[in-house]
């Protein structure tokens, strides 16, 4: 479930966008002022974030501009103006999209939605270029088969390796047992489904408590995710 930061002053309009964004199947959390933005965007790690320019202590601007100096989350800006040199001012200094008020709710949707896939397209094809993927103390390299802790290889078959870099290369993101089986073992496959969960149990057997920063979690009743903590 893909979380959004809503960064807006006008309670009418913040709730809106978060009750359509949640009836997507979006996670939403609400922020109505400058410095509130910030310090939320530092606490959590969000997937995008909605900003509208006239919002109290420090306006749409100087929060693109500090969320920038640190993070690359796609942002969308929301504003009033509808001026062209707005437009190019929020590009220039880092916003994704722009789009102005009042705005029809199906555009934002939908800008949501190329926003994200863009992100999770690029994700995936810079994971399937690198083939490595690296966490605190943990490495996964698809090229060698091979996964090592603090540098150190661990002996892991071939599908329990290929099951952890799948769901390291989309971390936060819960599959469910049959997801799995087709992302990793492939269509043809015909096996119980809790097979994943004996490959599950063998990998945190060799990685339990390896870091506070990322764990391999159990979505009860769902099925599982690669989750980061920081």
Known sequence: MEKILIVEDDIITCEMLA????KE??????????????QKSRDTLFDLMILDVMIPDKDGWDVLKEV???????????TAKDDTIDKVLGLELGADDYITKP??????????????RRVRNSKA?????????EYDRLTIDINSYEMRLDGVALDAPPKELELLFHLASNPNKVYTRDQLLDD????????????????????????????DKWNLKTVWGVGYKFETLE
């Open 184 to 211: 990793v073992w492939g269509f043809e496959y015909y096996g119980d489904s809790r097979t994943i969960d004996v490959h599950v149990k063998r990998l945190r057997s060799k990685l339990e408590g390896a870091s």
């Open 25 to 38: 199947g979006y996670k939403t959390v609400m922020s109505h002022s400058g410095v509130d933005a910030v």
């Open 68 to 78: 920038r100096r640190t993070s690359e989350i796609p942002i969308i800006m929301l």
């Open 103 to 116: 705005f029809d709710m199906k555009e934002v949707m939908a800008r949501v939605k190329a926003i994200l």
């Open 19 to 22: 009750f359509n964004l949640q």
């Open 125 to 133: 094809a810079a994971a399937e270029y690198k083939k490595i993927i």
